[in-house]
């Protein structure tokens, strides 16, 4: 294993704030680890240059073919498919590196690649798309260099490049963009909120109040963009939590709900046989077997 990947440690997390690593070698080097359910604090492009296998994002078995760019936001449970080795090349990075400015933050709020509101980003990389794989080997070839005060800027850089290429890659799939107006602005201002506040405050008033709009504003602007009211995007947001601690921590129910918020665990299970119509441990043991 090279020095780069050595820097790269599944106990640990990423050790620095920028990682391009070889999929291959983090595969056999950590088949146990990649195999199972893992959740990484920090934002993931996997390019699956060869082979065909399965990828599981948040309970999402997704199909992969040979030339695949996956974008994952950070805190995401994903597995690697045990029957594939898959090749290619993983682009890891934090906030902190790529967020210099406040229009860093924005961009990675905003990307289609990070936040799409219907599915998680996925498309085939086409022979003819050079300019993605140029990208790359700058990066690479960057990356190899000796550290110095100008390489975390010149990777930024060329990251940001990245990015943007694979979003115009992406908006020529037949990617269909949801129009940008005061609508789609709110949607993204409550899904932020959310974010940060899901496990503490479970009621509409909260985010309502917080965005100074009315219960009714908010909920026609989830339902025209996400076709749900947003006591339901609550809702699914604290069983997407829920379902993530349930497959890569050994956390017992007790401790799983009162780190969602629920005051009695009881009260945790049955809102969580409610929506899914399974308890808890019955999903934690349906997931291992699959």
Same mark, same amino acid.
């Given at each position: 294993?090279?020095?780069?990947?050595?820097?790269?440690?599944?106990?640990?997390? &990423?050790?620095?704030?920028?990682?391009?690593?070889?999929?291959?070698?983090?595969? %056999?080097?950590?088949?146990?680890?990649?195999?199972?359910?893992?959740?990484?604090?920090?934002?993931?492009?996997?390019?699956?240059?060869?082979?065909?296998?399965?990828?599981?994002?948040?309970?999402?078995?997704?199909?992969?073919?040979?030339?695949?760019?996956?974008?994952?936001?950070?805190?995401?449970?994903?597995?690697?498919?045990?029957?594939?080795?898959? $090749?290619?090349?993983?682009?890891?990075?934090?906030?902190?590196?790529?967020?210099?400015?406040?229009?860093?933050?924005?961009? &990675?709020?905003?990307?289609?690649?990070?936040?799409?509101?219907?599915?998680? *980003?996925?498309?085939?990389?086409?022979?003819?798309?050079?300019?993605? %794989?140029?990208?790359?080997?700058?990066?690479?070839?960057?990356?190899?260099?000796?550290?110095?005060?100008?390489?975390?800027?010149?990777?930024?850089?060329?990251?940001?490049?990245?990015?943007?290429?694979?979003?115009?890659?992406?908006?020529?799939?037949?990617?269909?963009?949801? $129009?940008?107006?005061?609508?789609?602005?709110?949607?993204?201002?409550?899904?932020?909120? &959310?974010?940060?506040?899901?496990?503490?405050?479970?009621?509409?008033?909260?985010?309502?109040?917080?965005?100074?709009?009315?219960?009714?504003?908010?909920?026609?602007?989830?339902?025209?963009? &996400?076709?749900?009211? *947003?006591?339901?995007?609550?809702?699914?947001?604290?069983?997407?939590?829920?379902?993530?601690?349930?497959?890569?921590?050994?956390?017992?129910?007790?401790?799983?709900?009162?780190?969602?918020? =629920?005051?009695?665990?009881?009260?945790?299970?049955? =809102?969580?046989?409610?929506?899914? $119509?399974?308890?808890?441990?019955?999903?934690?043991?349906? =997931?291992?077997?699959?």
């Amino acid at each position: 294993m090279s020095e780069k990947i050595e820097k790269y440690d599944f106990k640990k997390g &990423l050790l620095h704030e920028f990682e391009i690593i070889d999929l291959s070698e983090l595969y %056999q080097n950590n088949f146990e680890q990649t195999t199972s359910p893992h959740r990484l604090e920090f934002y993931q492009v996997l390019w699956f240059k060869k082979g065909t296998s399965k990828h599981w994002v948040d309970f999402n078995a997704l199909d992969i073919e040979p030339n695949t760019l996956l974008f994952l936001n950070k805190n995401s449970v994903q597995r690697f498919d045990k029957k594939g080795y898959p $090749k290619g090349k993983a682009i890891l990075f934090t906030d902190n590196f790529f967020c210099k400015t406040k229009t860093d933050t924005a961009y &990675l709020k905003s990307s289609i690649l990070f936040n799409d509101l219907f599915s998680i *980003p996925k498309f085939k990389v086409e022979n003819e798309s050079l300019n993605l %794989q140029k990208t790359l080997n700058l990066i690479l070839a960057e990356f190899e260099q000796p550290k110095d005060d100008y390489q975390a800027d010149i990777l930024r850089n060329h990251l940001k490049n990245f990015l943007l290429h694979s979003e115009r890659e992406r908006k020529n799939k037949d990617f269909v963009e949801i $129009k940008k107006d005061n609508k789609l602005h709110l949607v993204m201002q409550f899904r932020e909120l &959310l974010e940060s506040n899901f496990i503490q405050h479970k009621n509409v008033t909260f985010y309502c109040e917080e965005m100074h709009i009315t219960p009714k504003k908010l909920n026609s602007a989830t339902t025209n963009v &996400l076709e749900k009211p *947003p006591k339901s995007i609550i809702i699914e947001r604290i069983l997407l939590e829920a379902k993530r601690m349930l497959v890569h921590t050994v956390k017992n129910t007790k401790e799983i709900s009162f780190l969602l918020g =629920f005051e009695e665990p009881t009260n945790f299970i049955k =809102f969580f046989r409610k929506h899914l $119509k399974t308890t808890p441990l019955s999903f934690r043991e349906q =997931f291992n077997k699959e």
